[in-house]
């Protein structure tokens, strides 16, 4: 019952014209499904209420029946689905203005790292976009197999190990939408979700022209302790911060990291005291993540939480 609120990310509450698509399509099947459910049951009750009392059997008097129902109405409801199924496919294949924007997803286990094409922008499990143009995604995986999806705007696409898939994305409304990976893709899989933020235009490339620039100056003595303390430990060794000499590859880019809602992949909220936990020992948010624990004083891990925080 909690997947009936307004809430939910249903695949049946479309804001995209993929998202729209599949939901018409679903409810063209269900339409069919529960028509000759209907009617099974329906033969069933008459057979039992009806049923002869005599034991004797004819041979041959349903054989009409048995070859228009079990061979004629299959064959047409199977053919008029795949008609349906083909249409929905090449209705999805192009949007219908060509995409100016294309942003390039990577899947990771377990969080997702995201890049905007010609610009210096990048950011992890938060992907904006501009309300009602298509974008175009490009979909590649750093490990295994991994499947983007976001219900409401548009279906599953695969992410493939050596292989970039490429499709689209749109929504029609100003909003933000959960997306998830659907494919098991290891232990933390379920916490493999992220958002896609949909907003006008002038918002989003005022987004967009800031995720682009580097840190700034920080600009309290906390803060610069906070600063020296990630460029100069192993933080440095896999986070980037554009503009510092902490240029890691293996987490995500940590440049604008005060700016996101959410934190590991969403799953935690992106606040001074979750952000803390995470930082301190992010095993016990999310085991068997690559971040080990870090040994930080009390006065370094909150310098460094505080400095964090700050990078909007």
Request: one cysteine or more; proline letters at 6%.
């Amino acid at each position: 019952m909690s997947a009936c609120d307004g809430r939910s990310p249903s695949a049946l509450s479309p804001f995209g014209q993929k998202a729209g698509q599949v939901a018409w399509s679903w409810w063209i099947l269900f339409a069919v499904a529960l028509f000759f459910c209907v009617v099974v049951i329906a033969m069933a009750v008459f057979a039992a209420i009806f049923r002869r009392r005599t034991g004797k059997v004819r041979t041959g008097e349903a054989r009409g029946f048995v070859i228009a129902f079990g061979v004629v109405v299959p064959a047409i409801v199977l053919a008029a689905t795949f008609a349906l199924s083909v249409g929905s496919i090449a209705a999805d294949s192009q949007p219908k203005t060509a995409p100016k924007l294309t942003v390039e997803v990577t899947g990771h286990q377990w969080w997702w790292e995201v890049r905007y094409a010609g610009t210096t922008a990048v950011t992890a499990n938060e992907i904006h976009i501009p309300v009602g143009r298509p974008v175009r995604l490009q979909l590649r995986s750093a490990d295994v197999i991994h499947s983007f999806w976001v219900p409401q705007l548009m279906p599953k696409m695969d992410l493939l190990p050596n292989r970039v898939n490429r499709t689209w994305i749109s929504a029609d409304k100003a909003g933000t939408y959960r997306g998830q990976c659907a494919e098991y893709c290891g232990l933390e899989h379920a916490h493999m979700a992220f958002s896609v933020v949909a907003e006008p235009e002038a918002k989003f490339r005022r987004w967009l022209a800031t995720q682009s620039e580097g840190v700034r100056a920080a600009t309290s003595a906390t803060r610069r302790q906070g600063e020296r303390v990630v460029t100069t430990s192993s933080c440095a060794t896999c986070h980037t911060l554009r503009g510092t000499s902490a240029n890691g590859k293996l987490g995500p880019d940590l440049t604008h990291v005060g700016s996101r809602e959410r934190l590991a992949g969403g799953a935690i909220p992106n606040d001074f005291g979750h952000m803390a936990g995470w930082v301190a020992n992010s095993q016990t948010v999310k085991p068997g993540n690559k971040m080990p624990p870090q040994p930080l004083s009390p006065r370094d891990l909150k310098a460094v939480v505080t400095y964090l925080q700050s990078l909007e």
